[in-house]
Each structure stands twice: as C-alpha cells, then as structure tokens.
C-alpha cells in the first residue's frame, strides 16, 4: 500500500546513483561499505538497463577530505570490498590528468585525482519495476490508498484499516503480518499502534538543484569536497548539471518538503568554491527536489554523522517497521524484513 504515488516520498527524491558509500571508509564502517558495495552489483545486474555504470571523478585539492595515498589505498579496498569488475576498478591521476578529465576544476588547488566506478539510475522508474515484478510474483499493489489504523485481534495486528483516497472509501485489509516500510512516516505508524518507544527516527533533509549544461559544463560526473567538510555531487545529465546534496536536520510537514534560499545558496557556494570559473548565480536554477531521509536518531551526531545502517522495530503487538537504509540497500532492506516475516 501506498498513500500517494508510488515512489512519491523519499524513493524518488535520491541522488540517482546506486552508489557504494565511499566516505563511510573514511568512518571506518568497513562492513557497511562492503555491503553495500555488493548490493549495488546485485542491481545492477537485475536491472543492467536502469542501473549503468557512470565513472566518478574524486579530486584531490590541498587540504581536501582525501589525500594521495588515503585515496589510492581507500578506492583500492572499496573495489575489493564492493566486488567490483576489473573494467570498472579503481585509476588515480596526476594533477594534469585530473584537469584534463575536468577543465573547470580550481587548478590552484587540485593536486591529482582518482576515477572509481559507481552506477545512475532512475530512481522512481527502479521503484516502478521492483512493482511490476512484485505483481507478476503475485502481489497486489495499491496506490493512492493510506493506512489509517490498525485492526488487532487478541491484542496482536491482523490487519489496517484502510483509506481509499480515489473512491473516497474506507475498507479493511486482513493480514497475518504487517510491515510498515513507510520510510519518514515509520513513527507516525508506530505511535498509531502505540508503540513509539526507544529508537526513534532522525530526519535529515536532502535537497538537489538543476542548473542548465550551458552554464555548469561538465564533462563528467564528479564528487567533490565543500569548504565545511562535507562532499557533494555534481552529475551532468542530458541538458543539464544537477547538485547535491544537502544534509540537516529536518522537523517540518513531511508532506511538503520545500528547497529554501539557504538549501540553494549551500550547494551554490559549494560548487562556485570547487569550480570557481562558472560562478552560478540562484538565477540559474532551474529546478530542484528535496527530500527527507528517514535516519535512525543517534544522541550526539549531526545530520551528516549519523550512519546509514537499517534497522527493524518490532512492537509487542506484532507491527514490524523497518527504517534507515539507503537506496543501494532496498533490496537488501527487503530481504531482512521478509525473513523476520517468514521465521
């Protein structure tokens, strides 16, 4: 069941990669990268058509995230690590080589590069299909329907009450089990079923803008460091470049997530301080999407240290939720939630 569109929430909301998580070898979350560096070759080699590869550019620059040998030792390990092919692994770069790959880098500052492996996709599309599939497996799929509470019986979850927003109509759907994958929606089900206690979400927004090709010309995908520390995308597809992304923390409607002037001016002085000869202006954005990642809270950690690892909820009435995760990681995400189901 889903209340809106499918995919309409976080799922199409991404950066349009399947990618492995480099910057987690910088924390040391090796298992992590390791994981998920084979799930992305699982995708993509279920749906090679929506999920090619796309060769990454990582700039070095003085005083950057990475360093030479960081970079060749750590791009080295997540192709161990990931599984990758040897046609896709790993290449480092002079400085000249690394300008030549992308003219419109700082030269002043660059001080070589590396070229690792990672794979686009269309995100709402992939949901679409995992649907589709879902349906030729026996699957009913519904759309444009929510879930307004629950049915119990015995005091354990047999089922939801549903709302059918098309027809206007409320009905019941029985069921032995019931998983919610809601993704920023998983505590407001959770405290339907009142049982809202212990871990809780964290949500994090994430926001892209669009620039015209014209006035950002890259010549290839490129991830990049940003003066706060931070390393962001910037990906040229068809007509335009798109940027991204952001990284707060968000307490806002999760129904209408909004780019602000400050989202903009973030990822526009972040790619006007990589590439300092295209000079954007908020004038150039031509469109943007945002998004809210549904995180699992750590005490402490900001918006950008909080891991990305999943985890499943079970309430002593019998709701399972499962939230956090990434979109490399839904088939993944899938398989657990089905064992715990299945056991």
């Not at 405290?191 to 006035?215: E, F």
């Not at 806002?252 to 006007?272: E, F, V, W």
């Not at 499962?322 to 990681?329: S, V």
Request: proline share 3%.
């Amino acid at each position: 069941m889903e209340r809106d569109d499918f995919a309409s929430g976080t799922s199409s909301r991404s950066t349009k990669l399947i990618h492995g998580g480099l910057r987690y070898l910088k924390q040391f979350e090796i298992a992590l990268v390791r994981e998920v560096g084979r799930e992305r070759a699982i995708v993509h080699k279920n749906a090679p058509h929506l999920v090619p590869s796309e060769r990454m550019l990582l700039p070095l620059i003085k005083d950057g995230t990475f360093g030479k040998f960081t970079t060749s030792v750590g791009l080295m390990v997540y192709d161990v690590l990931a599984g990758v092919e040897s046609a896709d692994q790993r290449k480092m770069l002079s400085k000249e080589e690394a300008f030549e790959k992308e003219p419109l880098l700082d030269e002043s500052v660059l001080e070589g590069g590396g070229i690792y492996a990672e794979y686009r996709t269309d995100d709402a599309r992939l949901t679409i299909e995992v649907i589709k599939t879902a349906i030729q497996h026996g699957a009913d799929c519904l759309n444009y329907v929510s879930a307004i509470d629950f049915i119990y019986d015995n005091g354990k979850v047999a089922g939801v009450k549903a709302m059918d927003h098309l027809a206007e109509k409320d009905f019941e759907i029985k069921a032995k089990y019931v998983t919610s994958a809601a993704g920023p929606w998983v505590d407001e089900l959770r405290d339907k079923n009142h049982s809202l206690s212990g871990k809780r979400l964290h949500l994090t927004k994430g926001v892209h803008i669009v620039v015209p090709k014209s006035k950002f010309p890259l010549r290839q995908a490129i991830y990049f460091d940003v003066p706060d520390g931070r390393m962001i995308f910037a990906i040229p597809r068809g007509l335009i470049t798109y940027i991204g992304t952001t990284d707060t923390d968000y307490t806002g409607d999760k129904n209408r997530i909004l780019t602000n002037t400050q989202d903009i001016n973030y990822l526009l002085d972040a790619a006007n301080s990589a590439f300092p000869s295209i000079n954007l202006k908020i004038k150039d954005v031509v469109s943007s999407w945002a998004g809210v990642r549904p995180l699992i809270h750590e005490e402490g950690k900001s918006a950008s240290e909080i891991s990305r690892k999943d985890e499943i909820f079970e309430s002593e009435t019998g709701l399972l939720s499962i939230a956090g995760g990434k979109l490399t990681g839904f088939r993944k995400m899938a398989e657990k939630i089905v064992d715990v189901v299945v056991k």
